[in-house]
């Protein structure tokens, strides 16, 4: 079951806001048409300091870059990072010690996928947080071309410009085409 946010992650996001809304003159000054997006990014920066856009296509990058400055100015709410591009050993790792906790490869997929299949590989893919954050980004996302893939994974979002705006048809879960148990 979901927690609410704690006094601490509550406290965090004022502390986040007003760190914005305090850095929003000298981006007026620095960069007057990116101010919002400049003070959004460096807030953040702070409040989730290990996320790293780097590796991501230029796309993905800046249509997360949209999203959360547009969710931090017109809603008050905070997305982070939590991993975005991982270079192919790094997921092939991941899928290693899945396979080696499942047991099968099989099993390993519907939690992690290979290298070639991977979206972080790609860097499309956007594993992102808070929850709260995740469920803005789940129903203002179409608007970046951001999408939720995976029925089971509430924090994973891909970069999809080819659907044109139409959502693409979300998986029970990694490696698995059709609806079945995960």
Known sequence: MDQPPTIRDRLFAVVTVFLAVVLLLPALVWRPRRARELACGWALGLRFPAEDLTGLTDGARAAFTAARTEAFWRHGQLIG??????????????????????????????????????????GIALDVRPREGALWLEKHGARHDLYRTYDNEWWHFEYRPETHGVPPRRLPCPGVAEPASC
């Open 81 to 122: 990072l939590t991993s975005g591009h991982r270079d192919p050993a790094a997921q092939q790792r991941l899928f290693d010690e899945e396979v080696r906790r499942c047991g099968s490869p099989a099993a390993a997929r519907l939690r992690v996928l290979p290298p070639a299949e991977s979206g972080h590989v790609a």
